[in-house]
């Protein structure tokens, strides 16, 4: 059984941060290539925040580029965080966590991140 738990989302205020999680079990684990965060405000496509390979190669989109900081469990490499900092009102959004394995992709279920400003 493949499952993402992702968590740590929540209301924040312009400035502030918030750290992400999103810890994958399941057979997908064993082939994991890219694990990323993503996101989508209401009215809005899809997009992607950031990813992380399994050779530490790192992608951000430029609206997030030096306030994210994306990484991954250095043991278990089943874990990926988002690190949000200097968070903006236009950031809110849910969040979804993304796992490429075996050609396949997964996604958590969403967290729903909120900037007040």
């Known amino acids: 059984q493949v499952q993402l738990v992702e968590s740590g989302g929540g209301l924040v205020q312009a400035g502030g941060s918030l750290r992400l999680s999103c810890a994958a079990s399941g057979r997908i684990i064993f082939s994991i290539s890219t694990m990323g965060w993503y996101r989508q405000a209401p009215g809005k496509q899809r997009e992607l925040v950031a990813s992380?390979?399994?050779?530490?190669?790192?992608?951000y989109s430029d609206s997030v580029a030096g306030r994210f900081t994306i990484s991954r469990d250095n043991n278990a490499k089943n874990t990926v965080y988002l690190q949000m900092n200097s968070l903006k009102p236009e950031d809110t959004a849910v969040y979804y966590c993304?796992?490429?394995?075996?050609?396949?992709?997964?996604w958590g279920q969403g967290t729903q991140v909120t900037v007040s400003s």
């Open positions: 993304n796992v490429l394995s075996a050609g396949n992709a997964y």
């Open positions: 992380i390979t399994r050779g530490g190669s790192i992608n």
